[in-house]
T-cell receptor, first 110, second 113 residues
Framework: QKEVEQDPGPLSVPEGAIVSLNCTYS??????FMWYRQYSRKGPELLMY????GNKEDGRFTAQVDKSSKYISLFIRDSQPSDSATYLC??????????FGAGTILRVKS | SQTIHQWPATLVQPVGSPLSLECTVE??????LYWYRQAAGRGLQLLFY??????ISSEVPQNLSASRPQDRQFILSSKKLLLSDSGFYLC????????????FGPGTRLTVL
């Protein structure tokens, strides 16, 4: 079993939809959770990071962590075609190496 | 602000040839530096990380090596490339004192023929 599981998609949604991207993990020691966005043939860009459980909001993006279920989510409101990318979750123990999910391909259709 | 550079952007090399990929970071001092490889449809695999000049930790045994000759310079090398070395190579940095937010460079796409 992989430490971090992420559905590869692709996930196709119409413009304006609310998108939900998710990861599950097995290591209960993970404390730090991140979401990266990666456009085709580019390096990943850090979108959101949260420490321990709870929610964090930044504009159209909301990150949620449920440590009891070992489940994290990224919500994108009012999705735009420019949101089309691969979304990678990543997590770690504090100041330890990051473990990445395989990424979910998102396509937002105009 | 901080920026991270990688070059070359694209590289096509024959099997058995040497490799040198370079990464430099601007606007920060004494960062942690990382080399990752990304294969199609798979997550990022950590190859090497460095906490300071000359200090390299290897995560995966392979025919690659890394060096950090200067504070903000990180080099990935190989003496003889294999077909399996093809992939997208990413350099990343983390500032000291942060939890673990890593920032990635633009990447180098390597094709070994």
């Amino acid at each position: 079993q992989k430490e971090v599981e992420q559905d590869p998609g692709p996930l196709s949604v119409p413009e304006g939809a609310i998108v939900s991207l998710n990861c599950t993990y097995s290591n209960s020691a993970f404390q730090y959770f991140m979401w990266y966005r990666q456009y085709s043939r580019k390096g990943p860009e850090l979108l959101m990071y949260t420490y321990s459980s709870g929610n964090k909001e930044d504009g159209r993006f909301t990150a949620q962590v449920d440590k009891s279920s070992k489940y994290i989510s990224l919500f994108i409101r009012d999705s735009q075609p420019s949101d089309s990318a691969t979304y990678l979750c990543a997590m770690s123990r504090v100041q330890n190496k990051l473990v990445f999910g395989a990424g979910t391909i998102l396509r937002v259709k105009s | 602000s901080q920026t991270i550079h990688q070059w070359p952007a694209t590289l096509v090399q024959p099997v058995g040839s040497p490799l040198s990929l370079e990464c430099t970071v601007e606007g920060t001092s004494n960062p942690n530096l990382y080399w990752y490889r990304q294969a199609a449809g798979r997550g990022l695999q950590l190859l090497f990380y460095s906490v300071g000049i000359g200090q390299i930790s290897s995560e995966v045994p392979q025919n690659l090596s890394a060096s950090r000759p200067q504070d903000r310079q990180f080099i990935l090398s190989s003496k003889k490339l294999l077909l399996s070395d093809s992939g997208f190579y990413l350099c990343a940095w983390r500032a000291r004192g942060t939890y673990n937010e890593q920032f990635f460079g633009p990447g180098t796409r390597l094709t070994v023929l």
